[in-house]
């Protein structure tokens, strides 16, 4: 394969399965030898990451490197939007952020001129240095009230001349209309890229499919490249949206036999604008150990530890926490001596006092008061890949936050970057339960607390079971999509001769 060869990943709607078929291309091109590198101009995520030269990138496009078996870059995704509300959002450009702004501000012709040619310079240096770069779009191609200003899906095909994938997911129902409509909507010069679909989450027997493909081809001219079947449990991370789904419809955990005697109850509360909630990803991952997300002071009842995890507004996360009675019931698990674990946004909501002049504009507030620790918002944002030790273990994590934590006094041993006082425990450093020996050693703190006969397994290893699930999207691929057609689409471009669907998008851009 020569250098610079490309594909976009699209889908008939957010959560079709573009990442994961972005990821599975990834892994399988990577085990074919070849240097392939993941691409997404334009993420809006409260999941994100930080590169080791201190960029902040979605972690969706960290988790594609991943699979892709190369070290993450503020290339592979340029723009990352972190909402704050429904209306706006931070921008960071380059791994950098850059400041807040309105959907409209945002949306101007005016900035995407700018922000195409940013996009379109990282895409072009990624094609110099890999064989192949598979690009994922967001949301849906079809969304014509966006189209002028579109740097992510079909903007950014037709300014880098790639073909483009389209994916349904057929578990929702209606995936032929979604496949046709998406395609009709286009313009004439939009549609000239689409060139295949893939019918992701399919349940039963491909040949009863068979004859809707067929029809679909017939209508459209264009073959569908995969039918990959529905995959239970592949734990990749989570990435659009402002908000995950309450009471453990989201990341609940397949709970294997505990290792010892008793299972661990944790229950993560499900703060607005929660961010990095992938954190407790290695905490599901451990056997015995059942993660849910909660939303009533009721959930915590049976939880052995109650995770405060990230949040893009910690004030406003306060203020849900008292408004349902969260506050209260945390508080008082505290004085019964029962583990709560605060994580960045979490950690903060756990202090004395947060001054906020910066995320909320809201000035002085009064934190839960369960831990020694004053938080003063500044401008500037800490991006940092920092490692440690605790619990006398060796830890590795990352930092993103706006807060500075003062420490007001030491509490009773120091924990990270953060402290300790009793069964309270507060850091800024995200993905540190992902260390092994630290995550056991305190999983046995929290089974000690709570009087619980858990005992962690002493042969999780979260990176190589991450490591499993990568293999496992790039069997999705290898076995399920017509890899042949694929890898023509990559090397060829944009196939010639595709005909139009009409009646094309009203106001369409040609």
């Not at 699209?10 to 599975?24: C, L, M, P």
């Not at 049976?302 to 405060?308: G, K, R, Y």
């Not at 850091?427 to 630290?438: I, K, N």
């Not at 499993?468 to 017509?482: K, N, P, S, V």
Request: charged residues 25%; contains cysteine.
């Amino acid at each position: 394969m020569t250098l610079g060869g490309g594909l976009l990943i699209a889908g008939t709607t957010s959560d079709a399965g573009k990442s994961v078929v972005t990821a599975g291309i990834c892994r399988w091109l990577a085990r074919k030898g070849l240097r392939v590198a993941p691409f997404k101009a334009q993420n809006m995520s409260l999941n994100s990451f930080v590169t080791r030269d201190g960029a902040e990138i979605g972690r969706a496009q960290a988790m594609q490197a991943a699979a892709a078996r190369v070290e993450p870059s503020a290339l592979m995704n340029p723009v990352l939007l972190k909402p704050g509300s429904d209306r706006s959002s931070q921008v960071v450009l380059l791994g950098k952020p850059v400041g807040e702004m309105s959907a409209r501000g945002y949306h101007s012709e005016r900035r995407r001129e700018g922000l195409l040619e940013t996009v379109t310079d990282c895409l072009t240096e990624l094609r110099r240095t890999h064989d192949a770069v598979i690009c994922e779009g967001a949301g849906s191609p079809a969304e014509i009230n966006l189209r002028r200003t579109d740097i992510v899906n079909l903007g950014l095909a037709r300014a880098a001349g790639l073909p483009v994938v389209v994916v349904g997911d057929i578990d929702r129902g209606g995936v032929f209309a979604s496949f046709f409509g998406t395609t009709a909507l286009l313009s004439r010069e939009d549609q000239r890229h689409i060139a295949a679909y893939v019918v992701n989450k399919f349940r039963g027997d491909v040949s009863l499919l068979e004859p809707g493909l067929d029809m679909l081809r017939d209508l459209t001219g264009r073959p569908t490249v995969g039918v990959l079947p529905y995959a239970h449990g592949l734990g990749i991370d989570e990435e659009d949206g402002l908000r995950v789904s309450l009471r453990g419809t989201v990341r609940e955990s397949v709970v294997a036999p505990p290792y010892g005697a008793d299972v661990l109850r944790v229950a993560v509360a499900a703060v607005p604008l929660m961010s990095n909630f992938t954190d407790v990803d290695a905490l599901a991952a451990e056997p015995g150990v059942i993660v849910r997300f909660v939303d009533r002071p009721e959930e915590l009842a049976d939880a052995d530890l109650v995770v405060l995890p990230g949040t893009r507004g910690t004030v406003k996360a306060l203020e849900w926490l008292r408004e349902r009675g969260l506050a209260d019931a945390i508080a008082r698990r505290a004085a019964e001596g029962r583990p709560v674990l605060g994580i960045c946004g979490g950690f903060q909501a756990l202090g004395y006092a947060i001054d906020d002049e910066v995320e909320s504009k809201a000035g002085t507030v009064e934190g839960l008061g369960l831990l020694p620790v004053r938080v003063r918002f500044a401008a500037d944002k800490t991006l940092a890949r920092p490692v440690g030790e605790a619990l006398g273990e060796p830890v590795a994590g990352y930092e993103i936050h706006h807060g500075v934590a003062e420490l007001l006094h030491g509490g009773d041993e120091p924990f990270l970057d953060g402290c300790r006082v009793g069964p309270v425990w507060g850091t800024h450093w995200h993905g540190s339960l992902e260390s092994d020996g630290f995550r056991r050693a305190f999983l046995r703190r929290v089974a000690e607390a709570s009087g619980r006969a858990f005992v962690p397994a002493p042969d999780t290893r979260f990176g190589e079971l991450r490591e499993e699930q990568l293999d496992r999207l790039g069997d999705l691929i290898e076995e399920h999509a017509d890899t042949d057609a694929l890898l023509r689409l990559i090397e060829g471009g944009v196939p010639d001769g595709l005909p139009f669907v009409p009646p094309g998008a009203p106001g369409g851009t040609d």
